[in-house]
Structure formats: C-alpha cells, structure tokens
C-alpha cells in the first residue's frame, strides 16, 4: 500500500483523532500475550507496547486491543515496531473477566456494526434477542439482525414481524448459505469505514457467514505472513480482515466467549421484555402511555408491578435506537444523493 493509498483508506475515518505522522498510524489486527500484530503502510508488523505504557498500564483496557488504533514510536521501523500510545477507542465490546476483581477485557474495538447472526430454523429467542441489542447499545456500536439458515425457516415472516416488534426499525436481513441469497444485501451495508463484528450462539452460522463475506481469496483461515528478525516466515491467525468490497470484519477469540455471558441472563440487567408484555396488554395499539384510557404500563407504574427507573431506561433505549435510525436515515439520504449528483454530472458530460 503506498502512502496516498494508506491516507485514503485511513487517514480521513471519521472516528480516528489523529493529525500527527500518517505513516506513523498502523491498526492492531491481531493480539496475542500483550504481542500484536499490525497492519502498517508497510505490511503487516509485529510489535509491542513501549515500556513507558507498560509500567503505566493499570488495567487491561490501558493496552492495545484488536481494531484499536496505534500510533508508531518511529517511522523507520523493520523488525518489531514499537507502539507509542493507543489512539482513543470511538467504540469497544467489553468481556467482564471474573477475578479478583472484575477486570474488563476489550475483545474488538472502534467497532461501528454489530451483527447479531439468529438461526431462522427455531423460534425466536425474545429475551436473547434483547440482552444482545443491550450489549451492542452498551458498546458504542450499532446493532443489525442477520437471520441465518432461512432456508430452513418454516415460518420466515412471522419471525421477521416478531423481532421488528423488538428491535425497533434495526436493519434486519436475511442470509441463506446454500445459495448465498442475502450476502449482497449485508455487503451494501458495510461501507468502506466500517468495522463490523458478528456475535450470536454457537452454530448460528458466523463462521459461514465470515466465509462468504469474504470470498475464497480471502478466506479466514488464510493467515499473515510476516518475516522474523532471521528472514524466516513465520504464520499467525489474524482477527482482522478487510473485506474485497471495503470495510473489515474482526473476528476474536474473545467475541466467541462473549456469547456466553450474553446469553446468561445475570450479567446484564437492561431487558425489556416484561415492558414489551405490558405494551402489548395496553388497550390502543399505539398507546403513547401517556394520556390514553386503559395502559397497562400506567397501570403497572401505578401499582409499583413495574420501577419508574426501569421504565425510564426502557424510554431512553428507545430514544437511543430512534436516534440512530434517523442517523441512518440521514446518511442513507446523503448516499442517495451523491449517486444521483454523479448520474446528472454524467448526463452533463455526455451532452
Ligand atoms: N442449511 C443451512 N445451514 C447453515 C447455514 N449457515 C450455516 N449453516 C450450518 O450451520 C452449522 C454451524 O455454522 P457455523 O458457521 O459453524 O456457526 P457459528 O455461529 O460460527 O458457530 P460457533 O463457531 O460455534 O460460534 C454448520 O454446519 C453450517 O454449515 C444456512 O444458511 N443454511
Ligand atoms: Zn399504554
């Protein structure tokens, strides 16, 4: 990659603060025993953290993570390169570490889309559905929903009716492997800034999904070569990969642990289903709970079945998921736009 390459891929994102050395940047696409990998203008590099940030370090999240961005401690740099400081994360998706005290791992970070990979072959798993919306909200990512294996759908839209019910206007899509149906639909929503993770239960169909996002060239079990300080190669897994159409994918060890406490209901306390039920008992349909006749939730606040505090969280959550659905709205505008200002500067030219 030269450097004006480098640039245009990197240097302008949004989400990077950054106006030092632009060759100096690199990307952390692999970590492994406080050893990282990086992807710099020159290649992939290995390195390690300066010892300054090392006897800094107070915890875990003091050190570099997959997706974080670097800045380098020189520009000439050949065998190992040495991280200067971790540029401030715009997103990370966080692994409680049970201990002594609970540390917090960051297992991906400057993640902008999660999508949360569901099997379309059994019921809808409502409150599941929840504490992972939960989770991605809590990251600083926005959420998407890939139903898997609909092939094997009996009912496809009835599912689809039940999780919009729950996920509120959150894009949804549909993904089949057998025939790759809905693989572009993903793709045109991963744009060239994009860092996305998948999380979902084991055998939902991730790995297929990553595979197919990816194509055969690229395929993830395909590792980095990278040269040792004697010339010799040596292979790594990496936990990064850029996509052919723009945008990568990060795939941790630590985001296929994070399932498990996603899916135990104690660790995270925001679900709202007991809400959803309450909305569902209220008399209209589009009860605003507010001034309307016969609310279920009014009446539940009311008898104490249902905590003012929790019902305020519920609210802000949802402000939340509107907020960000008229940010994509707007930025759906905005692409709309510029495709129709380059058709009609094309039209001019051809005149
Ligand atoms: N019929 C059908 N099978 C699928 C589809 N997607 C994945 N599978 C199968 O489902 C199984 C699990 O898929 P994986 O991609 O390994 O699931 P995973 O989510 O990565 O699972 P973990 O690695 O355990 O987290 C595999 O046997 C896949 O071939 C699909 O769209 N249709
Ligand atoms: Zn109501």
């Given at each position: 990659?030269?450097?004006?390459?480098?640039q245009?891929?990197?240097?302008?994102?949004?989400?990077?603060?950054?106006?030092?050395?632009?060759?100096?940047?690199?990307?952390?696409?692999?970590?492994q025993?406080?050893?990282?990998?990086?992807?710099?203008?020159?290649?992939?590099?290995?390195?390690?953290v300066?010892?300054?940030?090392?006897?800094?370090?107070?915890?875990?999240?003091?050190?570099?993570?997959?997706?974080?961005w670097?800045?380098?401690?020189?520009?000439?740099?050949?065998?190992?390169?040495?991280?200067?400081?971790?540029?401030?994360?715009?997103?990370?998706?966080?692994?409680?570490?049970?201990?002594?005290?609970?540390?917090?791992?960051?297992?991906?970070?400057?993640?902008?889309?999660?999508?949360?990979?569901?099997?379309?072959?059994?019921?809808?798993?409502?409150r599941?559905?929840?504490?992972?919306?939960?989770?991605?909200?809590?990251?600083?990512?926005?959420?998407?929903?890939?139903?898997?294996?609909?092939?094997?759908?009996?009912?496809?839209?009835?599912?689809?009716?039940?999780?919009?019910?729950i996920?509120f206007?959150?894009?949804?899509?549909?993904?089949?492997?057998?025939?790759e149906?809905?693989?572009?639909?993903?793709?045109?929503?991963?744009?060239?800034?994009?860092?996305?993770?998948?999380?979902?239960?084991?055998?939902?169909?991730?790995?297929?999904?990553?595979?197919?996002?990816?194509?055969?060239?690229?395929?993830?079990?395909?590792?980095?070569?990278?040269?040792?300080?004697?010339?010799?190669?040596?292979?790594?897994?990496?936990?990064?990969?850029?996509?052919?159409?723009?945008?990568?994918?990060?795939?941790?060890?630590?985001?296929?642990?994070?399932?498990?406490?996603?899916e135990?209901?104690?660790?995270?306390?925001?679900?709202?289903s007991?809400?959803?039920?309450?909305?569902?008992?209220?008399?209209?349909?589009?009860c605003?709970h507010?001034?309307?006749?016969?609310?279920?939730?009014?009446?539940?606040?009311?008898?104490?079945?249902?905590?003012?505090?929790?019902?305020?969280?519920?609210?802000?959550?949802?402000?939340?998921l509107?907020?960000?659905?008229?940010?994509?709205?707007?930025?759906?505008?905005?692409?709309?736009?510029?495709?129709?200002?380059?058709?009609?500067?094309?039209?001019k030219?051809?005149?």
């Open positions: 990659m030269n450097l004006n390459e480098f245009q891929k990197y240097a302008y994102r949004k989400e990077i603060n950054y106006d030092g050395q632009i060759d100096l940047l690199a990307r952390v696409v692999m970590e025993k406080e050893r990282y990998i990086l992807q710099t203008i020159n290649g992939f590099k290995p390195a390690v300066k010892g300054k940030m090392r006897h800094e370090a107070i915890s875990r999240e003091d050190y570099p993570a997959v997706g974080d670097v800045v380098l401690q020189e520009k000439d740099f050949n065998d190992i390169v040495i991280i200067d400081q971790v540029l401030p994360r715009f997103s990370s998706i966080v692994r409680k570490v049970a201990g002594l005290r609970t540390d917090a791992q960051i297992v991906a970070s400057n993640v902008t889309k999660v999508f949360i990979v569901i099997s379309a072959d059994e019921d809808l798993n409502e599941k559905l929840e504490r992972y919306l939960t989770a991605v909200w809590e990251s600083g990512a926005s959420p998407h929903i890939v139903f898997s294996k609909v092939d094997l759908a009996s009912d496809m839209d009835s599912i689809i009716e039940h999780a919009d019910s996920a206007g959150i894009p949804l899509y549909k993904w089949n492997a057998t025939n149906e809905g693989k572009e639909d993903i793709l045109a929503n991963i744009h060239e800034d994009d860092s996305v993770v998948l999380i979902g239960s084991s055998g939902a169909g991730k790995s297929t999904l990553i595979n197919a996002l990816l194509t055969e060239k690229v395929l993830k079990t395909g590792s980095v070569r990278e040269d040792d300080k004697r010339g010799r190669h040596t292979t790594t897994h990496r936990e990064l990969f850029n996509l052919p159409t723009g945008g990568v994918i990060i795939d941790t060890p630590g985001m296929r642990e994070l399932q498990l406490w996603t135990d209901g104690d660790t995270l306390s925001h679900t709202f007991d809400i959803n039920h309450l909305i569902a008992e209220c008399k209209f349909t589009d605003k507010d001034t309307e006749p016969d609310c279920a939730v009014k009446e539940a606040l009311e008898t104490g079945d249902l905590e003012e505090g929790r019902w305020n969280s519920y609210l802000k959550l949802q402000r939340e509107a907020y960000i659905e008229r940010k994509q709205n707007a930025k759906l505008a905005t692409e709309e736009r510029k495709k129709w200002k380059k058709i009609s500067m094309q039209q030219k051809n005149r």
